[in-house]
């Protein structure tokens, strides 16, 4: 079984500035993959970004950016230079060999402020 | 089109009515997805269609009936729902293969039951 666990439930944080959202999780499988989706107001779910869990490297799209520990069963989303439109519910998900499955965490709602 | 596309986007009935939910993906993907998001619970998954098989079932109860004509198209044939059901339905699909098992969602469909 996998677990998913992010224990911020509100963030806020100014325009322009960074924020680091947390994410830990847990899994007995050796394959396993693990992502950021953002939900806006529109209710859509974005895919933000995507690790590989055999990957040492921290995956980075533009402004977004993981911390991926694998020890430590860590996963944190780093957005620099926030902007407006990136305010949402941010859900960090895992997603197991073994099972065609997603895992999702209870979700972080962040706020940007102008 | 592109992307995943779901129809219609709000839906209010009865709880005598029959109506379907479609869900249709434009990128090629070879598995399809139902999921409910209720207000303050965690995203759950429905049902997993893999080459137009359903491999996947959790539990849901028998008025919610998938249909699954072709790799493209994904139904929810609903009837006889209860309050309770009121929630997001979202759809997703993925390529099933290959290391590619990020999952797409559509912007859902808004269902109200009275």
């Known amino acids: 079984a996998q677990t998913v666990t992010q224990s911020q439930p509100e963030m806020s944080v100014q325009e322009a500035e960074t924020v680091t959202l947390s994410c830990t999780y847990d899994?007995?499988?050796?394959?396993?993959?693990l992502f950021w989706y953002k939900q806006p107001p529109s209710r859509q779910m974005i895919l933000v970004i995507r690790?590989?869990?055999?990957?040492?490297q921290n995956a980075t799209e533009n402004r977004f950016s993981v911390n991926f520990q694998k020890a430590a069963k860590s996963f944190s989303l780093k957005i620099s230079d926030s902007q407006l439109g990136d305010t949402a519910m941010y859900f960090c998900?895992?997603?197991?060999?073994?099972?065609?499955?997603?895992?999702f965490g209870s979700g972080t709602q962040l706020t940007v402020l102008p | 089109e592109t992307g995943v596309t779901q129809t219609p986007r709000h839906l209010v009935m009865g709880m005598t009515n029959k109506k379907s939910l479609k869900c249709e993906q434009h990128?090629?993907?070879?598995?399809m997805y139902w999921y409910k998001q209720s207000a303050k619970k965690p995203l759950e998954l429905m049902f997993v269609?893999?080459?137009?098989?359903?491999?996947e079932n959790n539990s849901v109860p028998s008025r919610f009936s998938p249909e699954c004509p072709n790799s493209s198209h994904l139904f929810l044939h609903l009837h006889t729902l209860q309050p309770e059901d009121s929630a997001l339905y979202l759809c997703?699909?993925?390529?099933?293969?290959?290391?590619?098992?990020?999952?797409?969602f559509g912007p859902g469909t808004r269902l109200t039951v009275l």
């Open positions: 899994t007995s499988e050796s394959n396993y993959y």
């Open positions: 690790q590989e869990a055999y990957k040492q």
């Open positions: 997703a699909s993925s390529q099933d293969s290959g290391g590619h098992y990020t999952q797409y």
């Open positions: 998900v895992s997603w197991a060999g073994s099972a065609r499955q997603l895992t």
């Open positions: 990128l090629g993907h070879n598995a």
């Open positions: 269609y893999s080459l137009e098989e359903r491999v």
